[in-house]
């Protein structure tokens, strides 16, 4: 009996993770702050920042609008691709204040850098050739 009880008390241990199993394997979430491309709909390859969540499917974006050309509306999550971006602002922002963190964090330069950013130039450059 006292090796069946030290068995248990050795398996019910917690191991403790090694440094790789510790590592995060997503990084881009959905939250407040995120900076996003909307993919389908009359906003197409426009950037947008995360507002507020709705719900599970939803979210509350601003573009702003004076910037990015996308107007504050509610779209669904599988309308937009999430990017390494994040801004720091809070639930609700005002127009003013997401327009002076995309400048302060200089995101629109940022973004034409990412590989996402680089594909929408591309595809923008190929469409305005007359061939």
């Known amino acids: 009996r006292g090796t069946r009880g030290e068995e248990r008390r050795q398996a019910a241990q917690v ?4 440094p790789q199993q510790e590592k995060m ?9 995120r900076v996003c491309v909307i993919n ?12 507020n969540v709705v719900d599970v499917n939803r979210v509350l974006v601003d573009g702003p609008h004076s910037l990015t050309g996308v ?3 509610v779209i669904n999550i599988k309308r937009i691709t999430l990017t ?3 801004v720091d602002i809070g639930i609700h922002a005002t ?3 997401i327009k002076k963190a ?7 330069n940022k973004f034409k850098e990412e590989p996402e950013g680089k594909r929408i ?3 923008q450059r190929n469409s305005a050739m007359n061939d």
């Not at 191991?15 to 090694?18: E, H, I, P, R, T």
């Not at 995309?102 to 629109?108: A, R, V, Y």
């Open 15 to 18: 191991q403790v993770a090694s």
């Open 25 to 33: 394997v997503f990084t881009k979430f959905v939250e407040v702050g």
């Open 40 to 51: 389908y709909g009359k906003d197409v390859d426009k950037l947008c920042v995360i507002i």
């Open 71 to 73: 107007s504050r509306h």
């Open 84 to 86: 390494n971006l994040k």
């Open 95 to 97: 127009v003013k204040s």
């Open 102 to 108: 995309f400048e302060k964090d200089d995101i629109l």
């Open 121 to 123: 130039s591309k595809q």
